[in-house]
């Protein structure tokens, strides 16, 4: 079974920064695009930032120009770099990826979340 672990959350102040990481693992073929979501506490889950396979990135309005996400391939790992952190991007962070099985089937995966808390 594939699996996503995401690790890297954790507090810090408002204006400071955090990387996430995303390691993908299990009997994988390829992997096409890769993201980022978050979920407050009592609110919907939301789109942070998408990668595709080639690296074209895209990310919500609330983050552009503060955070970046990129991958490696060959480490089956997706990255958000966190910049100029503000308390209202406090939330569980999951990490998302269409996976290519070595079955040749696409599948959507999802990791348990990392904690993300900005204080003021």
């Known amino acids: 079974q594939v699996q996503l672990v995401e690790s890297g959350g954790g507090l810090v102040q408002a204006g400071g920064s955090l990387r996430l990481s995303c390691a993908a693992s299990?009997?994988?073929?390829?992997?096409?695009?890769m993201g980022w979501y978050r979920q407050a506490p009592g609110k919907q889950r939301e789109l942070v930032a998408t990668?595709?396979?080639?690296?074209?990135?895209n990310y919500a309005d609330s983050v552009k120009g503060r955070f970046t996400i990129s991958r490696d391939n060959a480490k089956n790992t997706v990255y958000l770099q966190m910049n100029s952190l503000k308390p209202e991007d406090t939330a569980v962070y999951y990490c998302?990826?269409?996976?290519?099985?070595?079955?040749?089937?696409?599948?959507?995966?999802w990791g348990k979340g990392t904690l993300v808390t900005v204080s003021s």
């Open positions: 990668i595709t396979n080639a690296g074209s990135t």
């Open positions: 998302a990826a269409t996976v290519r099985t070595i079955a040749r089937t696409l599948m959507d995966y």
């Open positions: 299990g009997i994988i073929f390829s992997i096409n695009d």
